[in-house]
């Protein structure tokens, strides 16, 4: 690797992001939920944070286009790229928008080693040396490099949870349009031991922040979203009701933590 | 054995299995994929030939490839003889035929393929092309299998297609299970045997084969019917 530039030397000057990255306006019944909600995504990453049922997993899907929604209108980027209106009738189809995703169950593809499942979505076809260099990244970074050649029917719950994070990571950072896409994670660290689990948070939050690759991820357990140091939309029964950082919207669930910790001790 | 009947059947066979995989492959995703009526109408039309005595398919594309119809002249027109009672419009009688033996086994793979997978590539930024052929196809290889094996044993087993559309004629229309009713016919019953025993051995290790298959398998775990 001596001689080349790192990748990290190409990275853009400056560090911030557009001032909206994703606008989401979102009107949908599903099971025993109505949907309404309505959010603006600032922050590098911001968590949708709520208990099971509430309708974040849903939310995460409408913006990557796996469901369509009643009512929407989701606009991404400093320009306001339409990717839903449904008035409109215009319903970007999901390849076509500038999001990756992971989903909550890790959909590993069988007939591939853990190498080629990551390197999926990898679409700079023109740079294979600096696709090399990202997917060797990922898999370090992922704990993944001694599995890369195994096929994924012997790995465990918590290996094919990495796989399946480390796969949109390297498509997200590898985009091939303009810019950077933004980032769709659902649980995406749990099943992972927590001491795995924080070491993962932390250095993902800082090599995406590098990458400048925003992350909208869903997690109902508040230390990931203090560790992330994350923008927090709080979602109960399918309405946001809070939304700002983490000290703020998360404050009760904090004192909580304090508490129980100070009880144990 | 009628030698020249036994490579005219294997041609045909091979040919309409090729013809099947084209057509088949595309309209059973489609099928897999589709709903409402639409998709009712297509599977109701490609498992008609399950249903139908063989004569009746035979009779109308006699009709429809003789000159007593405009398509029938247009398609004499372009191939400059007549379709019926040629290898071509045999062709085109047993790819109907077989269609359900393709596209059944194909549906029911494609079916069997859990949606996530498709989702989790799309999520990925791959084209709807490549995630056919880069996951779908490979997780119903099974299925592809079986689907080609069926189309091929079934075109070797036909009979009242060929007798309606191709008649009798050796080299270009004369296949192994005519050649057989001939024999039975003049009353060589040993050469009608070793025919017949062919045909029962190639058709007994065809199913041996599909049966040998690493079994496709719902993500619920229930057996997909990949013959139905």
Request: glycine share 10%; proline share 6%.
């Amino acid at each position: 690797m001596e001689g080349r530039p790192t990748l990290s030397d190409r990275l853009l000057p400056g560090s911030v992001l557009p001032d909206s990255l994703l606008e989401v306006r979102l009107k949908h019944r599903v099971g025993g939920v109505s949907l309404d909600v309505a959010f603006c995504l600032t922050q590098p990453w911001t968590v949708l944070f709520g208990p099971s049922g509430s309708g974040k997993t849903t939310v995460l899907r409408a913006i990557a286009g796996f469901v369509r929604p009643d009512e929407a209108r989701i606009t991404c980027g400093p320009k306001g790229e339409i990717l839903v209106d449904m008035q409109e009738g215009i319903f970007v189809p999901p390849h076509l928008r500038p999001v990756r995703s992971a989903a909550q169950t890790a959909r590993l593809f069988p007939n591939m080693t853990v190498e080629q499942n990551v390197a999926y979505g990898v679409q700079w076809g023109s740079h294979p040396e600096d696709e090399q260099q990202v997917l060797q990244e990922v898999m370090e970074k992922m704990r993944l490099t001694t599995l890369a050649r195994r096929k994924v029917d012997g790995l465990s719950g918590g290996e094919r949870q990495r796989v399946s994070v480390a796969r949109a990571v390297a498509a997200a950072i590898a985009y091939g349009g303009a810019g950077k896409p933004l980032l769709l994670l659902d649980e995406p660290f749990a099943g992972l031991d927590s001491v795995l689990r924080d070491e993962l948070v932390v250095l993902l939050r800082d090599w995406l922040r590098q990458w400048k690759v925003p992350v909208l991820s869903v997690s109902h357990d508040a230390g990931e979203c203090f560790l992330l140091d994350a923008q927090v939309i709080r979602i109960a029964e399918g309405q946001v009701v809070d939304q700002g950082p983490v000290e703020q919207v998360l404050a009760e669930e904090r004192r909580r933590m304090l508490e129980r910790l100070r009880m144990g001790r | 054995m009628d030698f020249e009947a036994l490579w005219l059947t294997l041609r045909l066979a091979a040919s309409t299995t090729a013809i099947l995989m084209l057509v088949g492959l595309p309209l059973a995703w489609w099928i897999a994929s589709g709903r409402g009526v639409g998709r009712a109408m297509a599977q109701a039309a490609v498992a008609l030939p399950l249903v139908l005595p063989p004569t009746v398919l035979g009779f109308y594309l006699l009709i429809v490839m003789g000159p007593l119809t405009a398509p029938g002249r247009l398609l004499i027109r372009l191939a400059g003889h007549p379709l019926a009672f040629s290898f071509g419009g045999l062709l085109i009688g047993s790819a109907l035929y077989s269609l359900p033996f393709a596209v059944q086994p194909l549906v029911a793979g494609f079916e069997a393929v859990d949606r996530g997978y498709i989702e989790a590539a799309a999520g990925l930024g791959a084209a709807p092309a490549r995630v056919f052929f880069s996951v779908v196809l490979p997780m119903a290889r099974a299925s592809l299998l079986t689907s080609a094996v069926l189309a091929f044993t079934h075109t070797v087993g036909e009979f009242g297609v060929v007798l309606m559309l191709g008649g009798n004629i050796p080299g270009a229309t004369r296949t192994l299970s005519i050649s057989l009713y001939d024999l039975v016919e003049e009353g060589s019953y040993a050469a009608a045997n070793r025919t017949a025993l062919a045909l029962v051995g190639f058709s007994m290790i065809a199913l041996v084969v599909i049966y040998l298959l690493p079994s496709t398998r719902r993500s619920d775990g229930r057996q997909a019917d990949v013959v139905r």
